[in-house]
Nanobody
Framework: QVQLVESGGGLVQAGGSLRLSCAVS????????MGWFRQAPGEEREFVAA????????NYADSVKGRFTISRDNGKNTVYLQMNSLKPEDTAVYYC????????????????????WGQGTQVTVSS
């Protein structure tokens, strides 16, 4: 059974930092590209960041570029999202996701391109 479990969310003041983690089990983690998405109340789920299998390639949404960093540790089956300089508009539930398509040529940015999802972790940024 595939499980993705996020942790590290919480309440932080604007300008602060948080580090999200997503532990994956039930799959060969190193064969999946991984992504982070977020969903604010009343909004659609949106792409935040993605990382290749070897961590040699990353992609970010323009809204987080330069502030967020995605990384992974294949030995620990875990993907991370370091979030710095947080803004109130970053408030959302953050989800990690796994893309199992071995032959995809680019990092996926659309929700339907991901096969497995975590339950989400709440991030709230106060002004």
């Amino acid at each position: 059974q595939v499980q993705l479990v996020e942790s590290g969310g919480g309440l932080v003041q604007a300008g602060g930092s948080l580090r999200l983690s997503c532990a994956v089990s039930g799959r060969t983690f190193a064969t999946d590209r991984m992504g982070w998405f977020r969903q604010a109340p009343g909004e659609e789920r949106e792409f935040v960041a993605a990382i290749s299998r070897s961590a040699g390639n990353t992609n970010y949404a323009d809204s987080v570029k330069g502030r967020f960093t995605i990384s992974r540790d294949n030995g620990k089956n875990t993907v991370y999202l370091q979030m710095n300089s947080l803004k109130p508009e970053d408030t959302a539930v953050y989800y990690c996701a796994a893309d199992k398509d071995f032959f995809r040529t680019a990092l996926a940015t659309l929700t339907y391109e991901y096969d497995y999802w975590g339950q989400g972790t709440q991030v709230t940024v106060s002004s």
